[in-house]
């Protein structure tokens, strides 16, 4: 499985983003998939995943009611929509893919398939 993000870029604080992450490969509807994040001279965070079957979401606190995760599974794409963006949302973020677990997980570990980031900047 191979994953593509993209859709980032510079925004000003209280503007919005949208990310797509598009999969190739064996892909698989049921999969799990989420966004991570590494802000600078920090460790990677989990932002938010979203099962393959069920559509059941979850999201890291710090972005609750501003970003939105969503999957379009005709095209094998997942999205993360993000508004209201905060200067410390600025990050690198990146796709993954549990390839056939369909439950929900908040760790990194649990990934199997990673894309390679697409950056995001919020300046204040």
């Known amino acids: 499985v191979q994953l593509q993000a993209s859709g980032g870029g510079l925004v000003q604080a209280g503007g919005s983003l949208r990310l797509s992450c598009a999969a190739s490969?064996?892909?698989?509807?049921?999969?799990?998939m989420a966004w991570f994040r590494r802000a600078p001279g920090k460790e990677r965070e989990f932002v938010a995943a979203?099962?393959?079957?069920?559509?059941?979401?979850r999201y890291a606190d710090s972005v609750k009611g501003r970003f939105t995760i969503s999957r379009e599974n005709a095209k094998n794409t997942v999205y993360l929509q993000m508004n209201n963006l905060k200067p410390e949302d600025t990050a690198v973020y990146c796709c993954a893919s549990r390839g056939l677990i369909g439950v929900v997980t908040t760790a990194a570990t649990g990934y199997v398939y990673w894309g390679q980031g697409t950056e995001v900047t919020v300046s204040s």
């Open positions: 490969g064996r892909t698989s509807s049921t999969s799990t």
């Open positions: 979203i099962a393959g079957s069920s559509g059941f979401t």
